[in-house]
Every structure is written in structure tokens, then in C-alpha cells.
């Protein structure tokens, strides 16, 4: 039998030496090798895409915007069916809005809460405990002590000055008052002019309590 000659490699035109063999299938090698790299790179950077996007559109939610002001006037005509005293809406200037307001219960009374956005983006709430105790005092000024007293409009209000605390909240400043069966309770974090305008426009209330 005639011994096998090796193949012509057409781009030699004669057969390839054993070194340019190795060469070849080490460079075939190579390539593959090389492909192989940048699939996964591609399979790799298409997946790290699919957790970017599932991301955006789970966790990314757009701006809803600020939320329109309470109507405190028809919560409170709402709500006064189940209160025994009238619930207090003071009359305030443009520029104040209101972002809560509801009658529920705190530590057991019945309690009428707005939450007020004075013009200077500061805060006040106005808490009206009906039939209130000291328990549900202590707990709606944050068991401040009493710091002092003023006279607005002829209601004696107990003021409770925390503003030099190192992180007061929205127990910054507070004041309260009582008048027939209700305790009113103000505080939060705007000027004293913003809370003796909301404690006046309280008085007429107040008094024909």
C-alpha cells in the first residue's frame, strides 16, 4: 500500500510543515477562544441591561407632583356628627393649606387633628381633644414642660418652647388652651407671628365654647 502523503494547503501550495500545523490550530484556537469571550460579554452586558430596565420600571416611579390642599372646612361638616363639640376651623389668609385633616382618636379621646403648611413652608398642627385628660395632653405636646404663658385675643394659652433642642420635630414650639369640654393643643415648627395668628383666628371659636 502506497504511503499516505500529506495534503497540499492550497495557500502554500504544498503541505504544511508539523510547525505550521501547530500554528494554525493554535491560532483556530485562539479565535475561538477569543469569540467565546465576547458572546459572554455580550450575554453578560445584555443581562446587566434587563436588570437596569426592570429597575426603572419597578422601583422608578414618576413625580406625582404636590398633593392638592384639604378641604378642612367639609372634613370637619363631615365629621361633626360623631363629635360632642364643635370642631374648630380657623379662618386663615392666603397662603396657608392644609395636608391632613381627620377625627379620630388619640390615647383613648376624641380628637379632631389638622396639619397646616403655613406661607413660610413651615408647620403647625392643631390638635382638639374632646373630653381630654392629662395623659392625652403630655402625649399630644411630646411631654414638653410648661415654658411660660401668653393672652391672645383674651384665651390664655401655656406655651411649651423647644426650639433649642437638638432635634425637636414638630414639637419645636407648642401652645394650649382649654375651653368648654375641649383642650386645643397647638404645635410644630413655624415663628411665633404664624402661631399667634393661628391661636387668633381661633379666638371667636374659643369663646363660644
Known amino acids: 500500500m502506497a504511503e499516505k502523503q500529506p495534503a497540499v494547503v492550497a495557500e502554500l501550495g504544498r503541505p504544511e510543515t508539523p510547525q505550521e500545523t501547530a500554528d494554525r490550530r493554535a491560532a483556530a484556537s485562539a479565535k475561538r477562544r477569543a469569540n467565546q469571550t465576547l458572546f459572554n460579554l455580550v450575554v453578560a452586558t445584555i ?10 420600571v419597578v422601583v422608578v416611579r414618576p413625580d406625582p407632583g404636590p398633593r392638592p390642599a384639604v378641604d ?4 370637619a361638616a363631615e365629621a361633626q356628627a360623631g363629635a360632642d363639640a364643635p370642631l374648630l376651623v380657623p379662618a386663615l389668609p392666603d397662603g396657608w393649606s392644609a395636608n391632613a385633616a381627620r377625627f379620630g ?10 396639619g397646616y403648611l403655613t406661607p413660610g413652608e413651615e408647620f403647625i398642627a392643631l390638635n382638639q ?8 395632653l403630655a402625649s399630644v405636646v411630646d411631654d414638653l414642660e410648661p415654658t411660660g404663658s401668653t393672652t391672645i385675643d383674651g384665651i390664655e394659652w401655656t406655651l411649651y418652647d423647644n ?8 414639637h419645636a414650639f407648642a401652645m394650649s388652651t382649654t375651653a368648654g369640654d375641649s383642650t386645643i ?7 411665633d407671628a404664624e402661631f399667634d ?8 371659636e374659643l369663646a363660644g365654647q
Open 197 to 204: 395668628l393661628i391661636a387668633t383666628s381661633l379666638s371667636t
Open 163 to 170: 426650639r433649642t433642642s437638638p432635634d425637636p420635630g414638630n
Open 129 to 136: 381633644g374632646i373630653g381630654a385628660n392629662a395623659t392625652w
Open 185 to 191: 393643643v397647638l404645635h410644630g415648627t413655624a415663628a
Open 72 to 75: 378642612v372646612s367639609s372634613t
Open 47 to 56: 443581562a446587566s441591561l434587563g436588570i437596569v430596565l426592570f429597575l426603572v
Open 105 to 114: 382618636t388619640t390615647e383613648q379621646v376624641p380628637t379632631w387633628y389638622v
